[in-house]
């Protein structure tokens, strides 16, 4: 018999009959732009093209990541996801489809120790609702590849597994192999937004691998496909590369990232050159390696200025700021923080990467107060990072605790040990839900700043609290 997630899978789509009404006369690509234009109403950033429309009005998205429902919300007042046609969240990913016979409260037990996705380390379906944040696309894909011509590469792309352990040689590489390597960055950049790296960065290392096994024994009918691929296979070296970087692998890091940069040069793509140099220098910065940081910041807005995205331009001068701060530069990071402000200012492109939907204003004052607290200006830094943490989306508690622990350890340096010491109790229960080794690393420092402070208002009760979850982390 098969089990509630197969037989999820193989659940047929619906034609999506309600969004395709609220669409009326206009084109697929013609309600795309309306949808970005909404979504940067209400400061969204969504990458909507002709081929999502078609998605959603297949019925293979069942129900839209938040961003997006956001925005369908924002474009149709008074009607809710249900109205446009799609499935509760709780019904499509997660304990809502563990239902029948093995449905956890439904007399029987839930299946022992499956993991929801291939990057969730392991947890099982009836641990988290961990599901039902993964992107909307993860199911039908997977449908579309077990079901294909390509089920080997397809399901190793998904990280599944080889069949064989290898990609056959000369395997002819279409459009549901590169979905697969695209739709393995999204999911793997929602599931790290959720949960952060620790948990994530040895499950994510087998779709890594497939993807260059694709590039390297796959034959394309088309150079599109070709293009697609090497990008895809280039950001989910960006991606696993920030998994090691986030969870303290430093040289693993740097290794994943130098592959990515090698994909764009190889495949002449700018704005994946970029991303890798990005993240080069958000690495190098964090290793110290202060001059590097600002180098690979300027030779990533070389390769930025032929992508047409002023976010990209402001995320890298926030990077190259980084690097004249690590120097002690305070003029040079000035400037740069001021160039950073004038592109950012110019707001959202059609032509920003997808990649960078999690740049807004919480990271812009997130990364400022990197900056300043690297000067030494704590007071300055504090109040970015306090500022950081009350715009984030509470959804993406990721980030919610990292913003929360640069603000613990500002105030700490700044003088506000009590502050310091609510902060950091509020990171110690985001830490639950969040395995980072960044975020424990900067708690850590913070708790030892806060040591001689024993006798503050909550101090001691913070310093035990972690002392304790240090111990059973």
């Known amino acids: ?38 979504a940067r109403e209400i400061g969204e950033h969504v990458s909507c093209d002709a081929r999502y429309i078609g998605r959603v009005e297949a019925g293979e998205i069942r129900c839209p990541n938040y961003a997006y429902e956001r925005v369908f919300l924002h474009m149709f007042p008074g009607l809710t996801l249900t109205d446009l046609g799609f499935t509760a969240r709780e019904n499509v990913r997660g304990r809502g489809r563990l239902t029948a016979a093995g449905a956890p409260g439904a007399g029987r037990p839930a299946p022992p120790s499956q ?85 994530l960065y040895r499950q994510a290392a087998q779709p890594l691998r497939a993807a260059y096994a694709l590039l390297d024994a796959g034959t394309w009918s088309r150079r599109s496909t070709s293009d697609r691929l090497h990008a895809g296979a280039g950001e989910l070296a960006v991606s696993v590369g920030w998994l090691a970087h986030d969870s303290g692998r430093f040289d693993d890091a740097r290794s994943h990232y130098a592959e990515a940069l090698a994909t764009a040069r190889v495949a002449g ?91 807004a204003e919480p990271e812009l004052q997130a990364l400022q107060a990197q900056c300043w607290a690297a000067l030494g200006d704590f007071a300055r830094a504090a109040r970015h990072a306090r500022r950081a943490a009350m715009l984030q989306d509470h959804r993406f508690t990721r980030n919610l605790a990292l913003y929360r622990a640069e603000l613990a350890g500002d105030l700490a340096r700044a003088g506000a040990p009590d502050e310091a010491a609510a902060v950091g109790e509020q990171v110690l229960q985001l830490l639950g839900d969040v395995r980072s080794s960044r975020i424990r690393t900067m708690l850590a420092d913070t708790a030892r700043v806060l040591v001689p402070h024993r006798r503050a208002e909550g101090v001691a009760a913070f310093l035990n609290h972690h002392a304790a979850t240090s111990h059973s982390a």
């Open 1 to 38: 018999m098969a089990s509630p997630s197969q037989a999820s899978r193989a659940r047929p789509a619906h034609p999506n009959l309600a969004f395709r009404r609220l669409r009326g006369s206009r084109s697929p690509g013609e309600f795309a732009t309306a949808v970005r234009k909404a």
């Open 115 to 199: 993991p929801c996705c291939p990057f969730d380390g392991g947890r099982s379906r009836n641990d988290s609702d961990i599901d039902s944040d993964i992107d909307e696309e993860s199911d039908v894909l997977r449908r579309a590849f077990m079901t294909s011509g390509s089920a080997t590469v397809a399901a190793a792309s998904l990280g599944l597994g080889f069949a064989s352990g290898s990609v056959p040689a000369q395997r002819r590489v279409g459009e549901a192999e590169v979905a697969a390597v695209e739709d393995a960055v999204r999911r793997i950049r929602l599931l790290d937004d959720r949960h952060g790296a620790d948990g």
């Open 269 to 359: 793509d700018p704005a994946l050159e970029a991303h890798a140099f990005c993240n080069t220098s958000f690495l190098a910065r964090d290793a110290g390696r202060y001059r590097e940081a600002v180098r690979t910041a300027q030779a990533g807005r070389h390769a930025a200025r032929q992508v047409g995205s002023p976010r990209l331009l402001s995320l890298l001068a926030l990077r190259e700021a980084g690097g004249w701060a690590g120097l002690g530069d305070r003029t040079d990071c000035e400037q740069s923080l001021a160039r950073a402000h004038t592109y950012f200012e110019q707001g959202p492109a059609p032509d920003d990467p997808e990649w960078m939907s999690f740049f």
